[in-house]
Each structure stands twice: as structure tokens, then as C-alpha cells.
């Protein structure tokens, strides 16, 4: 038989409050947070020192980084820190401006609370006009990427890094940020341009000037070769992407054998050996020079990609795996197995790029596939 809860209490250690006072007091929660970060707003916003628990001392006028590091408690307050993180990801510009429109916002609905309008009616009349909004945008305000010049990107890629660490070089960075966009520009199946960001790879290496960043025509990874006696350099390239273990076979859990001969024990572990050789040699025979894998490739697998020639690469992660193949043609290969039970390897997976290149930047190691394959109906190349 349930018990009822007390009158006005919760039934876990806590108090129910509602009303009037309890909307002000989110009000002046929201409100605190939004005066933090209005005075970093706009090109000549002011920053702001924060100094955590350790003494560690941040120096910035990012709106996402100041409310990152703010230690918030209010539940209303912490909606406004996950809606300024929210924004950050997935447009990386306005944070602060959306803080400080979502405080007034709630200022002036607190201000219509009070004079007897119900809530509901003012999220139904703020809905309203974020649809008219929108529209009007839409309509009026909004004018295509396409009949922008250069210079107009420019100036609005300078103006969103202004608050950013690279705002001091904004000529610089602008520019290539405007280029890597372009080189991803694509058109989907309404004849409509389209600017996949997530299109673009950002790798960081530390040990040199950041005026040494560069846009390479390609996709590059952060790995490096399996061995080195491997080619670091392999022209042209016919890349097999792979999402298996190229690593000695081994029986399956729960799988037992029985061995009364020592030598067919032997036996066993040559054929271990062996399996994993004739799927080395499908690949090989299927003309692949290059292989990209997200798993594992032992010492004795190495061993035959390096008689071989080919360039190998393992513990590539998934999404860059998936973006290379889409770039040079080709496809992720899960497994060898076919419908009639055997292993096979269909060259028309493979994809093709003008070069693979292991290169060294500063004190890490990046593999570039070069002069990949993806071309829009525009001749944009995707990095």
C-alpha cells in the first residue's frame, strides 16, 4: 500500500517550492549569469581573469570558456551554461549573444507573469515570434553563401575568431578557413550547395609557430606507419579501408579442441598462421598498395606488407576511416566472408588517391592522402 507524501514535501529529503518567488529568484539566477558575460560582448568587450580551486589563472572573453569555468549551482543558471555549450558546438560563434538574449527573455516574461498573463500563453506568443522571426530572416534578411564574394566570408570568418585565441592573426587563419569551406562545398540531390564542417579534419601538433598551419588538399590522420620498412610514400594509391583485426586468427570463445598428437597441435597454430596470410594476399592480389585499418596488425602480419610494398596503417579511428573512404571512392570493408561461405575481397572497394604520404610535423607523425577522389558536381574536393 503506497503512503502518501506529505502536503507540500517530496518524499526524497526534499521541499517543493512554486510560484512567484520561486520564478524570480530564476529570473535573478539567469540574470547573474548573463551580467558575467555582457561586458566580454562585441569586438571591444573586456576579458575576464578567472582563478580555479588550484590557482590556475584563464585570461579570455569566450563566452562558452567563462561559463565553462564558472562552478554553477542553480538548476535555472545551469540551463543557461549548457545552452551557451550547446551553441558553441554546433555553430562554434554566439555564445555569449545567446545568454544574454535568453536572460532578457526570461526578464520580460517575469515582468508579463506579474501582470496576470499565464505562463503558457507567453511560451505559445514567444514561439509565434520565433516563427515570424525565422521567416522574416528567411525572406528578407538572408542572402545565399554563393553571391557572397570572398571578402564578405572573410570579414565574418575574422569577426567569429575575434574572441578566439587566433583572433590576433585573423587575416591569416580567416583565409584559411574560408578555403578549407570552400574546398568542401558540395551539392545534394535538390540542386542546393551544402558545407559539410564535420568534412573537415583539424590536427593539432605542438612545437611550432601557428602561422605555420596549413591547408593541404587531402585528408590527413595522426598516425603513422606500421613498421618502418614500410614505403612512407606510395604513388598512386589504391586504399583499402578496413574495419577488422589483421592479426593471427585465433578460435573463437567457447570453442575447444582436442589434440592427442603433438604435431597436429603444431599443425593448428601453422593454419592460425596461414589464414591470416591468404586474407594478406586477397587484398594484395586485389591490387591494394595502401591499408587503413581500425583494429590491430601483429608482427607477423607486418611482415608481409613489408615484402610487399604497401603502406599499412593500424588503430585509424572509425570516423576517419569513414571520411577516407567516402573521399577516394571506396568503401569500409567489414569482413572477407562472402554469401557462399568463402573469404574474398572485392577490388571495387578500394579507393584511389594521387598519393599517401607519411610526413613529419614538428615532433608527431601524419599520414596525408592526397589528391583524394570525392569531386562535387561544383569540383569541390573533400578534405
Do not use: W
Amino acid at each position: 500500500m503506497a503512503i502518501p507524501a506529505p502536503q507540500g514535501r517530496l518524499q526524497i529529503a526534499g521541499e517543493r517550492q512554486s510560484g512567484q518567488d520561486v520564478r524570480t529568484q530564476n529570473v535573478t539566477a539567469v540574470s547573474a549569469i548573463a551580467n558575467i558575460v555582457k561586458t566580454s560582448l562585441g569586438p571591444v568587450g573586456l576579458d575576464k581573469m578567472l582563478v580555479d580551486d588550484i590557482g590556475d589563472v584563464t585570461v579570455t572573453n569566450d563566452g562558452a570558456t567563462i561559463l565553462k569555468l564558472l562552478e554553477v549551482q542553480h538548476p535555472a543558471a545551469k540551463i543557461l551554461v549548457e545552452l551557451a555549450d550547446l551553441q558553441d558546438q554546433e555553430v562554434g560563434d554566439g555564445t555569449t549573444s545567446v545568454v544574454i538574449l535568453a536572460a532578457e527573455l526570461l526578464k520580460r516574461a517575469n515582468d508579463l507573469v506579474r501582470c496576470k498573463i499565464h505562463p503558457t500563453s507567453i511560451i505559445s506568443g514567444y514561439r509565434l515570434a520565433m516563427r515570424e522571426s525565422v521567416k522574416f530572416i528567411d525572406e528578407v534578411m538572408a542572402i545565399k553563401t554563393d553571391k557572397l564574394g570572398s571578402d564578405v566570408l572573410l570579414a565574418a570568418a575574422k569577426t567569429s575568431m575575434g574572441s578566439k585565441i587566433v583572433g590576433v592573426e585573423g587575416d591569416f587563419f580567416g583565409k584559411l578557413v574560408v578555403d578549407a569551406i570552400k574546398a568542401v562545398e558540395t551539392t545534394d540531390q535538390n540542386g542546393k550547395l551544402r558545407y559539410p564542417v564535420k568534412a573537415i579534419n583539424i590536427l593539432k601538433a605542438s612545437g611550432r609557430s601557428a602561422l605555420e598551419s596549413k591547408l593541404i588538399k587531402g585528408y590527413a590522420i595522426n598516425c603513422q606507419r606500421a613498421a618502418q620498412g614500410m614505403p612512407s610514400r606510395v604513388s598512386p594509391a589504391r586504399v583499402a579501408c578496413l574495419d577488422m583485426n589483421l592479426q593471427k586468427a585465433r578460435l573463437a570463445m567457447g570453442v575447444q579442441v582436442l589434440v592427442t598428437d603433438p604435431k597436429e597441435l603444431e599443425a593448428i597454430r601453422q593454419r592460425e598462421l596461414d589464414i591470416t596470410k591468404e586474407r594478406i594476399q586477397k587484398i594484395l592480389d586485389a591490387g591494394a598498395n595502401v591499408v587503413l585499418t581500425t583494429k590491430g596488425i601483429d608482427d607477423m602480419t607486418l611482415k608481409y606488407f613489408v615484402e610487399a610494398g604497401v603502406l599499412a596503417v593500424r588503430r585509424v579511428p572509425k570516423d576517419d576511416l569513414k571520411r577516407i573512404a567516402k573521399a577516394t571512392g571506396g568503401q569500409v570493408v567489414l569482413t572477407l566472408a562472402d554469401m557462399d561461405g568463402n573469404e574474398t575481397f572485392d577490388a571495387s572497394t578500394l579507393g584511389s588517391a594521387e598519393e599517401v604520404v607519411e610526413t613529419r610535423v614538428a615532433d608527431d607523425a601524419m599520414v596525408g592522402v592526397m589528391g583524394v577522389g570525392f569531386i562535387s558536381d561544383r569540383g569541390g574536393v573533400r578534405l
